[in-house]
C-alpha cells in the first residue's frame, strides 16, 4: 500500500506519453520498492524504472520483485523492472568525458525503457575537438542529439553549430572548484552562443532522454 | 564591408536548418545594419532577422534596405528584412502573464521567419489555473510547446504534466525582489518536477523558436 | 542545570502562544535532553518538543524520561516529551511529493504538540494536477494551508490561486543540481504570482506550523 | 478590448477572496489602464488596484477614468479606481526606516482595497529598541503585523518574539552594499530564530497586504 | 623541523601584538603538533594555540608536549601548549543561542591566551529580547563587545544600539536552509543598520578575539 | 514635523556615544532635510550629519539652514549642518586606489563630525607596496587604522599584518567585473589571513569612522 | 598636482616590465587627466595609457596634451598620449562574436603601448567552428593567444587544445540573461576541461595584454 | 581496453605539447588505472600522469604496473607512471600557507612531468610579508610563478607587482566561512589591482603547471 505516502500517477503515460518514475533519492528503500510494484501492477504494458538509487534500493531490488526481469545499473543507478520495449528511432548520447559516463547511462537506460534506440558516443570533449569531428556523420543521421557535459560545459553549445536534430545539454556535476555541482557548465549551456540548445537540471539525463522520446514519438507519428 | 568586424556564417543553414541571426544587443547600429545586409545577400531565400535591437536599429531599419520588405516589432525588438516564407506546422507559444509577451514575440516572429506557424496564447499563468485548462485541446494536438514565464517560473512545469509534445520552457526577466532577473523562473524550471521539461537562456524567446523549429523539421521529414 | 549554556525562555508562550522549542541541530545530546527536561518542568500545561535531532537524541530519548510519555518520529527527526493536548481546528498540509514528507512530518507533530488538528494529503505535484483538483473541497475548507515542496516550488503558487484560505509555503531541500539545497524552491515561492502566499525557510515546517498555529489561536478567539 | 494580451480572471475573489490586482510594471501605460478598466467593469462591488506603476501610469491615470473616484500615492506606486469599502479589522504595519515607507505604503493602500483597517507605525528600527517596546500595546491587539525592513532584516524576527499574531516580514531593497536589492534582508528573515515569521518577496507590500486579508477574513468569520 | 613546509613568523607578536597561532584544520596532525612546538618554542613568554582542531589533534596533543601544560577544549577545538597569562581588561563575548557556543569558547580560549578577561554571556537572542535586557548593565560596562550569532544575524545590530562600547559580530554557520554556512547572517551583519558594528568571517571567534585584544591594548595603554 | 515618516532617536547619543546620522538614500530630500534639521535642533551639542546624500540633497542644502554653518561634500557626497568639535585622537584612514576616496572622505567627515583627527593616505595598493612600507610610522602612531579598498580587497590584510592597532576594512564598488559591487573585496576582507581584521559593509565609510570613534572614545577614557 | 588623490608608481615599469596605467572608471575627468600628465612626465620613454574612460575622458583628452600625439578609441575605451614603440613579437587575439571587440579593442591598444605586435581576428566563434579551424596556422606561430569571448565562454577551452601557445582566456560581459555580466563565461573558462587555460576578469582586455606582453619579454630575452 | 569509456587523446602531446593527463576524480579505480596503461603504451617518450586520484588509486596504482616505475604523492593526489624526464627552466612555486601545499605539490609533480625545473616555497603570505621580500631574488630570476592561496587569495596580487615574470594565481579551497570552496580567493584574484596576474581554477595546480610549461616550452625555442 502505498497511499499514505504517495499518489501514484497511472494516467501520466495517456497524457504525456510516458509513464510516471520513482526517483530514489530521498525517499526509503521500501517507499521506493514499493512505488515500484504499483507503478509496474498499474501499467503492465511497460517496465517500471526508478533513477538516483541509494546503494540500498540497487542491493535489495533484484530479490523484490519474484518473477519480474529486474536489470540494475550500479553507475546510471537505475533499477528497471520488467522487459525492456523493441527500440526504434534514432538518439544519439554524446559525453564530453569519462566521468559523465553515469549521467549518460541514466539517460540511456531511461530511453531504452521508452523504446527508443540510443547511440552512446563517450569522452568527446572539446579539449580534442578531432574525436567529434570525426563522429559527424553519426550525428547528423539523428532525431535528437543528448550531450552530457560537465566542466566548461562547452561540448553541447559546439555540437549544436554543427548538427541540424535538436540538441539538448546535460550540464553535470563532474568537476571541482568553480565547476562543483555543475553550475558553471549549466550556465555556460543557457548562455550558448548556437541557436535552438535547449538544457535540463544539472545530471538530470533521465529529463534529456524523455524531452528526446517526445520527440521521437512526434517522428514515429504519434 | 563586415570583415573588420565579423564573420558571417552563411553556411550555418545548410548544417543546422537555421540561417545566422543578428544579435543586435552590444553592436553599434551600424555593425547591426551592416549584417542585416550581409546575410540578407548571402542567403536571399529567406528574409534576415536581428533580435534584442536597440532603438537606434528599430529607428533606422525601415529606411536601410530600399526595395526590401522591412517589419519592425518595437516590443519584441525585432527587424526582418524580406518577406516571410509560407508558414507551415503547429507550435504553441503561451505566456504567464502580459508582461512576458515581449519575450513571446521574440519567439513568434523568429517561427514565422523560419517558416513555421505559431499560435500566441497570452496570459494563462497559475494563478487561475482555469484559464490553461480551458485550452488543452490546443495545447494536446501541437508538434512543440513553448511556455514563457518570469516569477515563479510555475507553468511550464504545469504544462508538461499535461501535454505529450516536447516543451520548452523561456524564463523571463519579469518580475522584482528574487524575481528580477529571471534566475528564480530558470532555477524553477530547470528543477521542474515534470519529466522532459527543458529550458533555455532568461528571455531568450529566440532559442525556444530555433529548437522548435528544429523539432518541426524533423516532423516534415527534413 | 542548563544556565552554563543556555538560558530558557519559559516567558514565551505567555507572550506568543507558543512555548519555546528545542531545536536539536548542532546541540550536543546531552544539552538537548537536558533543554527538553527543562521546557518540561518548566511549563508543565502541555508536552515538550525538539525537532531536527540527530541520531543521538532519537535513540536516547526514550529512556531519558521516565515516567513521561515520550513519542519519536524517526522521519520527522522530532521527539515529544510529554502527552498531546486535544486537537482543534481545521489545517491543511499538502506534499509535491514523497520525498518531501519527513518535512510535512515536522510540521503536522508541531502542530499536534500546538493542539492544532491537521489532515496531511501527500504526493500531489503540479505534474499530475488532477491529483490536487481531486481535493479542492478539503482545501477550500481549511483554516490554514501548509504546502510542502521541493524541486521547482510549483505548488504553493497554484494552490494560493485556488483557496481563499492564508497559505503558507515551505521549500524542501528534495532535488538535486539547482534544485539541492532548496533554494530553486524558495526563490519560485518568494516570486510567486499567486498574491498572498508567503514563505518560511527551507525545510521548516516547524516554522510553518507555529503560523498556522497562531492562525488558528485568532480563529478560535485567542 | 485585452484579449490580445491578457486574460483578466474575474472569477479571482470568488475563489481566493481577493480580486485581481493589476502589476504595473512591465506592461505599457495602454495595457495597465485598460487592465484597470477591465477589472473595474468586470467587478463593481470593489475597486480597481494597480501596483508598482511607472509614471507615467501615475501621470496618465487620474484622466483615464472618467466619473470614477481615482486615488495616486506616487510614493507607494499605486493607482485605485473607485471608492474605497469601509475599513474592518485590525491589521498594524510597521517599518523600520523611513526608507521602507514606500513599500509599507502600497501595503496599506492594498488593506484599503481590500477592506481592512491599517494601523502604520514608522521608523522602528532595530538601533533604537525603545521605538518598539514602546508600542507593544498596540501590536499586541493586532490581528495580524506586517514588518516592512531592509538592510539586516532584524526587526521582524525581534517583533515575532514579542507578540502572539500572525507576523509577516517584508524585506525592502533599502540599502546599499551587501543590503542592495534586498536579499540579505529577504535571507535573515527567512532564517529568523523566531517562531512563525513568514517572509513575502523583497518589496512585495501588496503580497504581505493580501496574506493579511486572508487572516482578516477568517478572523471575521469568512 | 618545520622548514619544508611552513616558515614560522616569530616576530608577528612584535609587530601586532598578538602571536602567530596554528590553523589546525587543512593540516596533517604531525604538521599542526610541528608548529605548536616551534611556536612555543620560538616565543617562551607566552602559551602556543591551535584553533580548528581536527580529532587527531585533540587527541594527539594531551601526549605531546611533556612537562607542558595543555589545554584541550573539544567543543572549542583549541589546543593550548604552556599556562596562560593573567588575565586584564574588560571584554563580554554573547551568543544568540546554545548552538553558538563552540565559537564563542574558540573566541574566549583566544581570549584567555591573549590575556584577556572575558564574561560570557550564552543564549540571549533576539526571540526573547528580556534575557539581554536585562544584563545590558554588564555590557555598558566592557571595552569590547563580541556578539556571536547564526540563523537572522539580528542580535549584533540590537546590541550596538543598547551600547557605546565598540562592537564586533561573528555570524556562525549554525542553522539550515538559506542560514546554513553562515551567509545569512553574514550578510545581516554587515547590512547592519546600527552604526559601528564590524564583522568578522563566519565562525571565527578567534579574529574577533584578536580586534578585541587589540583594543584591549589600546585601553591599557599598549 | 518628521512624526509621520521618521521617530528620530534624540537618545543615541547617550546610548553609544555617537548621536543619529540620516541616511540620504532612499528618502526624499524633504525628509532628509526635515532629518537634519530635527537632529540639530534636538542635539545642538554638535553638528548634524547626512550620508550618501542624492545631488538633490547637495543642492538644496546650503540654503535650507539660515544662520548655521553648512558643509557640502560633492565627492563624499556628505552634509554637515553646524560647526566641527575639535578634533582630538590619532585614526589613518588608508586607500588602495584614487577611486576610493569617495568612501574615505565619508569616513573623514563623520570621524570629524564627531571630534576625531584623522589622518587620510591615499592611493597605497598592493600592486605598488613601497608606498605602503614608507608609511609604517604614522601607521604604527595610530588608535585605529581604517583601510579602503575595492578590487581585490588585499590591502587591510596585509596592513593588519603590519601594526598592532585595531584595523577596519572597508570594501568599496570600485571595479568591474567580479570587482562590481564590492562583494570580491568584500569576501576578501573577510576570508583574511591576517588575524583581527574586522569588516563593515560595502561603500561603508560612515560604518568604519563610527566604530572608530567608539575606540577613540575608550582610549579617551570615555 | 596629484599628491592630494594619488601616488604614482613610477617605479613599476623597473620592478614587472610594465609601466603604471590609468584606470578611467571611478575617477574625475581632471583626475584622469592629471594622472595621464603625471604618468608620461614621469616615463617619457614610452607613452601613457588610460583605459576604460568614461566620455568625459574621451571628449577632453585631445586637447589636454599639447604638442603630443593623443589617441583615442571610442570603442575600446582608451586613451594613448605619446608615440607608440615599434611593435615586436608575435600575439594574437581572437574574438568569439562582434560584441566583444571593445574588449578586444582594449587588448590591442594595451599590447601596442607595451611595444607587442598584435594580430586581430574577430568573430570566430564555436557555433561556426570552421572559422577558427580555417585559421590555425596564424595561431600556431604565436607566442601568446588571447581569446576573448563572452556567453557561453567555450572559445577559449577549444582554442588551448589545438595550439601549444600559452592561451588566455578573457571573458565579457556580452550577453543576457544568465550571461549577463559576464560571469557564466568566466565561470566556464575556469572550469576548463583544456590543460592550461588562464583567464583574467570579465572585460579586462588589459590585464590580458599585460600577461601577454610579461610572456613576450621572456621570448625577446628580457 | 578503454574504448568503451574513454576515446584517449595520444595527438594532444603533437598539438599543445603536453600530453593526456588522467583527472582521477569522478572516475572508477579500473578506469583511471586502464587510462593511465593507455597513456603509458600509447607514448612511450615520457610518463603518464594522473590527478586528483582518490584513495583507491592511491593503493592500487603500486602493483598495477609492473616493471615501471610508479611515484605516488598522498598530499598532492597524484600518480606518476615512468620516469621523470631531466628539468629544465626556471619556475617557482610560492604557498601562502601550509595548507595550500597540496595543491602546489599537484603543480611541482606535473611541472617535473613536463621536464621543468620548480622551487618550491611555502608559507609566505601576506600576514608576515618580510617572508616574501626576504626572497625576492630567486622570484626575479625566474621564467614563471605560479602562487597558490586560499583564505583572502592577496599574495599572488603583491606578487604580480613585484616581479616581470609571468605570474598564474592558484585560488585553493583552504579556510572556512566565506572562503569554504576557495572563491573568495578566486574572486580577489581576477579582481587583482596588480596588472598581468592571471588565474586557474580552484585547486587547479595541474592547469598552472601547464601554463607555466607552455611558457618554459616558448623561452627553451619550442
Chains 1, 2, 3, 4, 5, 6, 7, 8 share one sequence.
Not at 495517456?14 to 501499467?43: N, W
Amino acid at each position: 500500500m502505498t497511499e499514505s505516502f504517495a499518489d501514484l500517477d497511472h494516467d501520466r503515460r495517456r497524457r504525456t506519453g510516458v509513464p510516471e518514475v520513482v526517483l530514489g533519492e530521498g525517499k526509503t528503500t521500501e517507499q521506493t520498492l514499493a512505488l515500484l510494484a504499483g507503478l509496474r501492477a498499474g501499467d503492465p504494458s511497460g517496465p517500471a524504472l526508478a533513477t538516483r538509487c541509494p546503494d540500498g534500493v540497487l542491493a535489495a531490488a533484484p530479490g523484490a520483485f519474484p518473477g519480474e526481469a529486474v536489470t540494475i545499473d550500479e553507475h546510471g543507478r537505475t533499477v528497471v523492472v520488467g522487459d525492456l520495449p523493441a527500440p526504434a528511432g534514432r538518439t544519439v548520447v554524446l559525453t564530453a568525458g569519462t566521468a559523465d559516463l553515469p549521467v549518460a547511462r541514466e539517460c540511456t537506460t531511461t530511453l531504452a525503457v521508452l523504446g527508443i534506440a540510443a547511440d552512446l558516443v563517450p569522452d568527446v570533449g572539446v579539449a580534442g575537438l578531432h574525436r567529434l569531428l570525426g563522429r559527424l556523420d553519426r550525428l547528423r543521421d539523428a532525431h535528437a542529439v543528448v550531450v552530457v557535459a560537465g566542466m566548461d560545459g562547452a561540448l553541447p553549445s559546439v555540437v549544436a553549430g554543427l548538427v541540424a536534430a535538436p540538441v539538448v545539454g546535460v550540464p553535470t556535476s563532474t568537476g571541482y572548484g568553480v565547476a562543483a555541482g555543475g553550475l558553471a557548465a549549466a550556465g555556460a549551456m543557457l548562455a550558448t552562443c548556437s541557436p535552438g540548445l535547449v538544457v535540463v537540471n544539472v545530471d538530470n539525463g533521465f529529463g534529456a532522454a524523455v524531452h528526446a522520446a517526445r520527440i521521437e514519438g512526434l517522428v514515429a507519428g504519434g
